[in-house]
């Protein structure tokens, strides 16, 4: 029996592909011992691992979507938090002498911690990997990252000399920070949807999506209510923008009067009465079954965070991503690129939505098969590459 750390943050999509791999490992009669703030305990726990906070756990999800919006915003918070993490980890190495070390590839002070203690490392990479990526981003992009970047580039700049100077150089292994590369890294993509860029090597292996029911957390659903004679359309921001009024009074206006039945997922943070007055043709709920209720629904409605986007086209829904910030956007271009979907509001400032072009897209995509079958095709390709059992079998396979 081998014994794992994994180092992860407090991102339930950076969460989520871990919950099935864990509990593969776990089954296969491995032991795991997994850090992350004690908001996961309960998902954590469940995998049948051994849940550790990581010391003055205060930083929650909450803390991270207030940055999420800038993506140099969310590079200081990893300095910050390595600053702060990276002597815990390294002692915790020290003292749990662990057979491998797993760390997502944004949590820094893991990936630092393992070079320093040169220990086997994986890691567990929830997104694309763009590093190296060309022609996704529009000259827009570069003007609205700049914009966001000028006046943090002192504090960037401040926090990495903090680390080099009490740690040395070797703990920033290249030009870019992120992703943080293990000795082994497991892509939860399959490398069909991948992008492509020659920043990737043997190293990497795509296992496709990391996903398995039980893992999830039960919700009521009234599944009485679906029309069976209807199309069906679900619509979902994800956990951290789902407090967005004017994107459901948006999708009100545009289908009220549609002939579709949508499904409108609006997060535990919405109060329901302030949306007004709900359409006829709509379900309206504070959270669904998402893997349950991909499978009976003809379109995605999606914010294009990676774990949706790979759970829609892993049933082969096509999908209209409205992007909220720049890596949503990155990710609805590629869905675009193989014709899976469209992206709307792909261009700053990131998702404010006209209703009238959102239904003429969505009645675009409803009439014309190609998207379906696209996003059948990428759909075969997530199932091919293996799923969390591939991953299981090819982290023991490096331990051996």
């Not at 949590?107 to 590093?131: K, Y």
């Not at 030009?175 to 590369?181: E, F, R, T």
């Not at 309206?284 to 829609?312: A, C, R, W, Y």
Request: charged share 20%; hydrophobic share 40%.
């Amino acid at each position: 029996m081998a014994k794992l750390l994994f180092f992860n943050i407090p991102a339930y999509g950076h969460v989520n592909p871990t919950l099935a791999v864990v509990t593969e490992l776990m089954q296969r009669g491995h032991h795991v011992v997994y850090y992350n703030s004690e908001t996961f305990e309960p998902a954590i726990k469940g995998t049948g691992a051994e849940f550790r906070a990581y010391p003055n756990s205060n930083t929650s999800e909450s803390d991270l979507a207030e940055r999420i919006n800038n993506l140099v915003d969310v590079t200081v918070f990893i300095l910050e938090e390595s600053i702060r993490l990276l002597p815990f980890s390294l002692d915790t190495i020290e003292q749990e002498k662990p057979d491998l070390v797993i760390f997502d590839s944004i949590a820094l002070w893991a990936m630092q911690a393992t070079r320093l203690q040169n220990v086997s490392s994986v890691a567990s990479i929830s997104t694309f990997v763009q590093e190296g990526v060309s022609g996704m981003l529009e000259w827009r992009d570069y003007l609205n990252m700049l914009q966001q970047a000028f006046t943090k580039l002192p504090t960037l700049q401040r926090l990495r000399r903090q680390l080099v100077k009490t740690y040395g150089s070797a703990i920033f292994p290249g030009k870019s920070i992120l992703p943080c590369k293990g000795n082994f890294n497991i892509v939860y993509t399959s490398r069909e949807f991948q992008p492509d860029t020659p920043y990737i090597d043997d190293s990497f292996h795509f296992v496709g999506p990391s996903i398995l029911m039980t893992t999830r957390k039960e919700t009521d659903f009234p599944w009485d209510l679906l029309d069976p004679e209807r199309t069906k359309i679900y619509l979902s921001l994800g956990t951290l923008y789902s407090n967005n009024l004017e994107f459901y009074r948006t999708v009100f206006k545009a289908f009220s009067d549609h002939s579709a039945q949508f499904i409108l997922s609006v997060g535990r943070l919405t109060d329901i009465h302030e949306l007004g007055l709900v359409p006829d043709n709509f379900i309206v709920q504070l959270t669904v079954p998402q893997l349950e209720l991909l499978q009976k629904v003809d379109l995605f409605i999606t914010h294009g965070g990676m774990n949706s986007v790979n759970e829609g086209l892993n049933y082969g829904v096509p999908l209209v991503v409205v992007p909220q910030q720049i890596e949503q956007v990155l990710n609805g271009r590629q869905v675009a690129r193989h014709g899976a979907g469209v992206v709307l509001a792909g261009r700053p400032p990131y998702g404010r939505l006209d209703a009238g072009d959102l239904r003429r897209t969505v009645d675009k995509i409803l009439a014309d098969p190609i998207y379906r079958l696209n996003a059948e095709r990428l759909s075969r390709s997530f199932h091919e590459a293996g799923g969390y059992q591939r991953a299981a079998t090819a982290i023991i396979s490096w331990l051996d």
